[in-house]
């Protein structure tokens, strides 16, 4: 008859709760992973199938009685760093949501709207085309192996225990917002060009020709333009696309290193 002491039972604990924690704050905001599309039963034996395949690999956990007050705040602190990790990421697709989202409202397709699967809401269907082609790069470039990687290295760069939160790097993180519209101007910068020259184009039109009738044929015409530049568009997606989360990525690291 197997026989555990406290200690022993303590340690068996703590070296999956810990891990277990950082890897489900992961999953509750990491793109793909979080989408609601994913089955809650299904994220959550992932998550623990990753937390138990890493336990191997990582340092050891402290020595901490996991019904006190220090238990608490290292579980907390975990859940932070795993959610702020997948946050990050989120933005990275969130950034094709606005330049779909711009290309959209000048092609004139802004009230066509569509549940974006990764967030759960309406989005237009330009950003969904965007979206889909965003996620279908990110398991072509392997990106959910990468991220399980970078999660396996943040315990190492920042192991399990009790710490104060950094205001720089909480500072870091709040700006990263402003690349997600920075990103998205970038995305949508050259339909978006494309989109105002046709535009320019029917106002020299109405102009030399007033009985003609701008809205009748200008809305098809714009929404015909605006197919096009996209499928101009979509080829460099992946390029963007790469830079973007090795920049993603590089913050983490970031993050986890101070």
Do not use: C
């Not at 190492?156 to 870091?172: E, H, I, N, S, Y």
């Not at 029917?202 to 096009?228: E, H, K, T």
Request: cysteine-free.
């Amino acid at each position: 008859m197997l026989q555990f002491h406290a200690t022993e039972l303590t340690e068996l604990v703590t070296s999956l709760m810990w891990p277990l924690l950082r890897v489900g704050g992961l999953f509750m905001t990491a793109p793909v992973l979080a989408a609601p599309s994913l089955p809650v039963r299904a994220r959550v034996l992932l998550a623990v199938l990753i937390a138990w395949l890493l336990i191997p690999v990582l340092p050891p956990m402290p020595a901490v009685d996991p019904i006190s007050g220090e238990a608490l705040l290292i579980g907390v602190h975990q859940l932070l760093i795993g959610l702020a990790m997948g946050f990050i990421l989120q933005l990275v697709f969130a950034v094709f949501v606005v330049g779909g989202q711009s290309i959209a409202m000048a092609m004139g397709l802004g009230f066509a709207s569509a549940v974006d699967p990764q967030n759960g809401v309406q989005v237009p269907v330009v950003s969904q085309a965007f979206l889909i082609m965003v996620t279908l790069l990110f398991l072509a470039f392997n990106g959910h192996l990468l991220l399980i990687e970078l999660l396996a290295d943040s315990f190492r760069l920042l192991p399990v225990g009790v710490m104060q939160p950094d205001a720089g790097q909480l500072w870091k993180i709040a700006l990263w917002g402003s690349y997600m519209f920075a990103g998205g101007l970038l995305v949508a910068l050259p339909a978006v060009t494309g989109l105002l020259l046709v535009n320019i184009a029917f106002g020299v039109a109405a102009r030399a020709a007033p009985q003609l009738n701008i809205f009748a044929v200008g809305f098809p015409v714009m929404i015909l333009a605006g197919f096009l530049l996209m499928l101009m568009v979509f080829p460099g997606l992946d390029d963007q696309f790469g830079r973007m989360m090795l920049d993603a990525f590089d913050l983490i690291r970031q993050m986890l290193v101070t």
